[in-house]
């Protein structure tokens, strides 16, 4: 397969481990059921390229203020080619954010760094705000050993990492590894993460 197109959220690792494994260059792309080709990457995979020239995207904070690049917001978009059901100003439920840097591929397309989360699947920081979980996801997907992980935030505000191993690979130093990379990956909750081994993560009605 020369190429296969995922809709995803991809760290580094899961990219590099679907590539080797389909011998095939792996491009994201988004696209909500309510309108598809929002986005695309190319092959500089630097984020994903916006299509302008058919929605009018946003990405607003709990105020309906716009975020600054980087910075994770509520996604609303505009669709420019629809004309039988207008979609304006519609809120998906996801949260993304933007790069404010042109792509070298030399398309004028904007950039996103893709979607965080749902707005529902966001955990509580200890600072009381919204906690976007991607970076704790990425972090997890990166190591060979996690076959398959799971983000929950118990009552008393510390974050499980379910993480299904792989036998093979997993040990006490491994996980301590992964941890380590987790409070790394957001700092001001490093007291409140931890490591939990399953045998299998509890999947809700999708």
């Known amino acids: 397969i020369p190429r296969m197109f995922v809709l995803a959220t991809l760290s580094d690792g899961l ?33 994903i390229h916006l299509a302008i020239d058919s929605v009018h995207p946003e990405f607003l904070d709990e105020e309906d203020r716009p975020v600054g690049p980087g910075e994770w917001g509520r996604l609303i978009l505009t669709d420019l080619d629809s004309y039988t059901m207008p979609l304006i100003r519609y809120e998906l439920g996801d949260i993304g954010s933007y790069v404010d840097q042109p792509c070298p591929c030399g398309r004028r397309f904007p950039l996103m760094n893709g ?21 704790l996801i990425s972090a997890a997907q990166d190591d060979d050993a996690v076959r398959f992980v799971q983000i929950a935030q118990a009552p008393d505000g510390s974050i499980e990492v379910r993480v299904v191993p792989d036998a093979a690979q997993w ?36």
């Open 115 to 135: 979607i965080g989360c749902r707005m529902r699947d966001r955990l509580v920081g200890i600072d009381g705000r919204p906690l976007v979980p991607r970076p």
């Open 15 to 47: 990219r590099r481990r679907l590539e080797e494994a389909f011998a095939s260059e792996v491009f994201n792309r988004f696209g909500p059921h309510e309108m598809e080709g929002v986005g695309f990457e190319c092959h500089e995979h630097r984020g």
């Open 171 to 206: 040990s006490a130093g491994r996980a301590a590894t992964l941890l380590e990379r987790l409070r790394t990956a957001v700092p001001a909750e490093r007291d409140r993460l931890r490591v939990v081994t399953v045998d299998r993560v509890h999947l809700e009605p999708n």
